[in-house]
């Protein structure tokens, strides 16, 4: 399933209202602080922010005044009209306002559009007014402000953010407002919001003991607790059955290497921002790695290679450090130290295709494992401004392998999207997004073809004529890092997790104390099965221990009395609320190690 014949947004009536919402909330702004200087107001993916440089900090109640102000302005049904003119002309109608200013020098250069971003063609300068308000813009907007439905529209927060997300640059005020064609679908997003809230990763890692942040070991490098640490094992374990089948080999490489492995695989410089400070001893400098594939690299290297032994692919859950700046860190989804679910395919042109359509297969083989219905491949392409500086200087080689991999997903019928000057530096890549069960967006995992690494390491194989050629690599990532993928699938099954993948798969529990050497003997019973399971020996009461075992989303619980070690029973309640009472012992532990062995999504 993908999204690639949908509207886009950009041309949507959708985007259209959230847009005119930011000019409409940028009016209510300016009339409450007349002096305020304004930045930029896009619409983003599900709403519209703007950004204000104002006398002082806004309050709640400040933006339930703006809201209430802005209906009002809807209510005015003011058309909002467009005007071409020149630079100078622009300057003039925003002499106050130095950020636009700063938009309009930009502008005039052909290098920034009105909301920062790059653009390839010069544009033409306009502007749109509605009712007092004028703002720098391209459009499109509704035709007059009625066409926003005001029981529709809502201011959510203000947060700051930095003029051009730059740190040296002035901190801005931003508001955030979402607006919807009907009141409904408001309704609906507000309730996704709440939902969103309670599966957030950050929070259920802390509940359920997953993971944990800690001042001492610093921002961004995730401690992982036991629980979290069944969870790794347990998708590593998936990684290497899968991987296996498919023919790859495990390695194991350090994480700490010169400098100069580096400066061979062009991750320095092109890379360097995204790397900590090198440390220094006895005169050499060395990094803890980025990324993987120049040692990878090596081993390919390692020996002579005839195009008999392609395709190679070498596989590790490689542990990698990336700086990521302090405001961007974000939970599980975004850190500075991650465990890869890394393999490089070195594989001749003529292989090409089929290996990468293999890694594709991969992806989906994942998704249907873990239910995601929804997701959409990217195809991320070089931009011809960025040669030599963001990318590889071989303007042949991109168009070259970005055709194989279009060749590719058309005959392996896999529907993609094309993002331009999104590549990695190497060479084109595949963005996967993925969408939770409630329809959050994550960004998994990334495919990549790479024509320039292994030329840059002298890899070669001898082909059939005999003569050497360079292979070509493909990176991929298909179970992402496990950071991401735990922080993802926490909030994808909101903590209930299915058997294979729970940490703790079986809580015994006993009615009163005289149950409880039974308890821990049948918990032992059960991990000499290979369950994980837990005997709960606490001097809470039944109840309150079936309560723990159900806040931690454990999916059996077996609760045992004397009834049941008279008749070696148990009387299971699964997370589902579902109980069957007298069920035999033995066919618990069959029914639990079928769930666990398919890794089934049921319990
Ligand atoms: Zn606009
Ligand atoms: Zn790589």
């Known amino acids: 399933m993908s999204d690639q014949n949908q509207e886009r947004y950009e041309d949507s009536q959708l985007y259209r209202i959230r847009h005119s919402a930011a000019h409409i909330m940028a009016q209510a702004v300016l009339e409450k602080f007349p002096d305020a200087k304004f930045a930029i107001g896009p619409a ?8 204000f440089d104002l006398p002082r900090n806004l309050t709640p109640e400040d933006l339930v005044e703006i809201e209430k102000r802005m209906r009002q302005i809807i209510a005015g049904r003011f058309p909002f009209q467009r005007k071409v003119l020149s630079a100078g002309e622009a300057r003039q109608v925003f002499m106050d306002q130095p950020y636009k200013l700063e938009l309009i020098d930009n502008l005039e250069k052909g290098e920034l559009d009105e ?3 790059p653009i390839e063609v010069k544009p033409e300068i306009s502007i749109y007014t509605h009712a007092t308000f004028t703002d720098l813009c391209r459009g499109p907007h509704v035709e007059n402000t009625g066409q926003i439905n005001p029981s529709a529209v809502k201011l959510m927060q203000v947060s700051g953010a930095y003029w051009r997300g730059d740190e040296k640059r002035p901190m801005l005020q931003r508001i955030y407002g979402t607006a919807w064609e009907k009141p ?9 919001l709440e939902e969103a809230k309670k599966r957030d990763h950050r929070k259920l890692g802390k509940e359920l003991e997953i993971f944990i942040f800690d001042e001492e070991v610093g921002p961004g490098l995730p401690l992982w607790l036991p629980n979290g640490g069944v969870m790794i094992e347990e998708l590593e374990k998936l990684a290497k059955e899968t991987e296996y089948k498919a023919g790859y080999q495990r390695v194991r490489t350090p994480n700490l290497t010169k400098e100069d492995l580096f400066i061979r695989s062009g991750h320095l410089p092109y890379y360097a921002e995204s790397m900590y400070p090198p440390m220094e001893l006895e005169g050499v400098r060395y990094y803890v790695k980025p990324m993987n594939c120049p040692m990878h690299h090596k081993i390919f290297g390692s020996k002579p290679r005839s195009y008999r032994d392609l395709p190679i692919r070498l596989a590790e859950y490689g542990t990698c450090y990336r700086y990521e700046k302090s405001g961007e860190l974000f939970g599980l989804m975004r850190v500075r130290s991650l465990q890869m679910n890394d393999a490089h395919i070195y594989t001749s042109e003529e292989l090409f295709e089929q290996e990468f359509l293999g890694v594709v297969d991969l992806y989906l083989k994942y998704f249907e494992l873990f239910g995601i219905e929804k997701y959409v491949m990217r195809l991320s392409t070089h931009h011809a401004k960025g040669l030599g500086k963001k990318y590889i200087d071989n303007e042949r080689l991109w168009l070259k392998t970005e055709e194989m991999v279009r060749t590719a997903m058309r005959n ?11 590549a990695a530096f190497y060479g084109p890549k595949i963005d996967v997004q993925i969408w939770s069960a409630i329809g959050r967006e994550f960004s998994l995992a990334t495919n990549q073809v790479d024509f320039a690494q292994p030329a840059r390491f002298n890899l070669v194989y001898t082909n059939r004529e005999g003569a050497e050629e360079t292979p070509l690599c493909i990176h991929r990532a298909p179970l992402s890092t496990h950071e991401r993928m735990v922080g993802f699938l926490i909030e994808h099954y909101a903590g209930n997790f299915p058997v294979w993948l729970s940490p703790e798969q079986v809580r015994v529990i006993p009615i009163t104390d005289s149950h409880h050497a039974h308890a821990a003997q049948l918990a032992a019973r059960l991990r000499d099965q290979d369950i994980r399971a837990e005997a709960d020996l606490g001097p809470e009461r039944m109840n309150a221990k079936i309560r723990q075992a159900q806040l931690m ?9 004397d009834q049941e070690i008279q008749a070696d029973t148990v009387s299971l309640r699964m997370r589902s609320g579902e109980r069957r009472d007298g069920m035999p012992v033995d066919q618990f532990i069959h029914m639990a190690r079928e769930k666990i062995a398919t890794r089934s999504a049921e319990l």
């Open 44 to 51: 983003i993916d599900e709403g519209f922010y703007y950004d």
């Open 184 to 192: 409904k679908d408001l309704e609906d997003y507000l309730k996704r």
């Open 553 to 561: 989303k454990v999916p059996y619980m077996l609760v045992v009395g």
């Open 115 to 117: 909301h920062g971003n």
């Open 412 to 422: 392996g019928g896999i529907p993609y999207v094309e993002a331009a000057d999104e």
